[in-house]
């Protein structure tokens, strides 16, 4: 959600009177509320019982009465395109992917190598390049930032350093608990306070981080709305975390981000800032893409050393 943002900044920039609507899911929709280019955001209903054909097919024909002229569909799936074709948009733009040319009347042919970063393949849809593209940028709520601040009494009196340890896609994304525990103690005792942020699925690793760290050491995983973690992001100095959706949060809100790769690739989806810093390790199996080590033994992100990551700090 947050590299598309790149194609709102270009649409805005160039048609300032544009209203722009987006679809997206509910763990993601709220963050359209923080980009000044967006009017609208729209659920689409992905609980159980509602991703089939058919309640895309519906919801697009409710969409239908407010008239879109173009839609821009990011994904590359088949049941994507359905809602915007459902709502009878005249002009339907994407690439060709998953048998679904019937659907589109506006398809762009991905050349991968042309354009290696998402953001690139994005930006491509609208007829713009990489360098036109205006950064993703994150509004911060002061009011709300300072009310929770407020009510789960943080201090902010330290420098704060903001861990994500988390990553939705797998554990081939995750650093070991063990080194980010590590790293926490050593930038504690050099006079840092650790914010974990994560969902409710990462509270559980980032007792694991305190655990080994000890005090000033708070736990945030799963205590945060997205919107509350984007302001606690843009209070931290350095947010370290691994390749996901808070790591482009951090970047979008201009935090300095140190971010951790594994079994991805800092070449399609790197945090889309120039105070972002990579580490990752170069092996023979890596980037592999998938979601748990083929291999068994996660030597791109286990053998990726504390030291090697302060150092960036």
């Known amino acids: 959600m947050i590299m598309s943002q790149v194609i709102y900044s270009a649409l805005r920039e160039e048609y300032p009177d544009i209203d722009i609507d987006v679809l997206a899911p509910s763990a993601t929709l709220s963050l359209v509320t923080r980009m000044p280019e967006v009017n609208r955001g729209i659920l689409i209903d992905q609980t159980h019982g509602q991703v089939g054909i ?26 994507s395109a359905v809602v915007p074709f459902a709502a009878d948009v005249p002009l339907r ?7 679904r040319y019937f659907l589109l009347n506006d398809i762009k042919l991905l050349d991968k190598p042309r354009l290696p970063l998402m953001t690139d393949r994005f930006l491509a849809l609208v007829g713009k390049t990489s360098a036109e593209m205006i950064p993703p940028r994150l509004g911060v ?26 990553a939705e896609f797998g554990d ?12 926490a103690k050593q930038l504690i005792d050099q006079g840092y306070r650790i914010w974990i942020f994560g969902s409710p699925a990462d509270q559980a690793t980032g007792e694991t981080i305190v655990s080994i760290a000890g005090h000033d050491c708070i736990n945030l995983a799963g205590e945060t709305s997205i919107l509350e973690a984007i302001d ?20 979008a809100v201009g935090t300095r981000v140190v971010a951790i790769y594994g079994s991805t690739s800092p ?28 291999l068994g033994h996660k030597d791109c992100l ?12």
């Open 54 to 79: 058919g309640y895309r097919f519906r919801l697009g024909a409710e969409l239908k009465k407010n008239n879109y002229d173009w839609a821009i569909i990011t994904p590359n799936s088949l049941k």
């Open 232 to 251: 606690l992001l843009a209070i931290c100095q350095t947010v370290v975390a691994n390749d996901s959706g808070l790591m482009h949060v951090a970047a």
């Open 267 to 294: 070449g399609f989806t790197p945090p889309i800032s120039e105070e972002a810093h990579i580490v990752s390790r170069t092996l023979d199996c890596s980037p592999c893409f998938k979601r748990t080590c083929p």
């Open 93 to 99: 733009t994407g690439f060709l992917g998953e048998y």
């Open 141 to 166: 709520d002061k009011e709300s930032q300072t009310a929770f601040l407020a009510r789960h009494q943080l201090a902010t009196d330290k420098p704060v350093i903001g861990f994500c340890p988390g």
């Open 302 to 313: 286990n053998k990726l050393m504390p030291e090697q990551v302060l150092e960036q700090l």
């Open 172 to 183: 081939a994304k995750k650093w070991p608990e063990a080194h980010y525990g590590a790293l």
